[in-house]
């Protein structure tokens, strides 16, 4: 999906049980443009994972 989506200004990850602190890493370095992302109920998805998301995307909008 990153690879492919570069301009994405928004994604909602609610839910998704096999997305882990890599993918949300792979995404903020493929999705510059990115200012909202929703990762509520991800399991896999840590602390480290979303201060991850904030360093590299410090404008946008992180929602646990």
């Given at each position: 999906?990153?690879?492919?989506?570069?301009?994405?200004?928004?994604?909602?990850?609610?839910?998704?049980?096999?997305?882990?602190?890599?993918?949300?890493?792979?995404?903020?370095?493929r999705c510059p443009n990115l200012a909202t992302?929703?990762?509520?109920?991800?399991?896999?998805?840590?602390?480290?994972?979303?201060?991850?998301?904030?360093?590299?995307?410090?404008?946008?909008?992180?929602?646990r």
């Open positions: 999906l990153a690879a492919r989506c570069p301009n994405l200004a928004a994604i909602s990850l609610y839910g998704c049980a096999d997305i882990t602190d890599q993918g949300v890493k792979a995404l903020a370095a992302i929703y990762v509520t109920n991800c399991a896999k998805i840590t602390d480290e994972g979303v201060k991850a998301l904030e360093a590299a995307l410090p404008n946008a909008k992180v929602v």
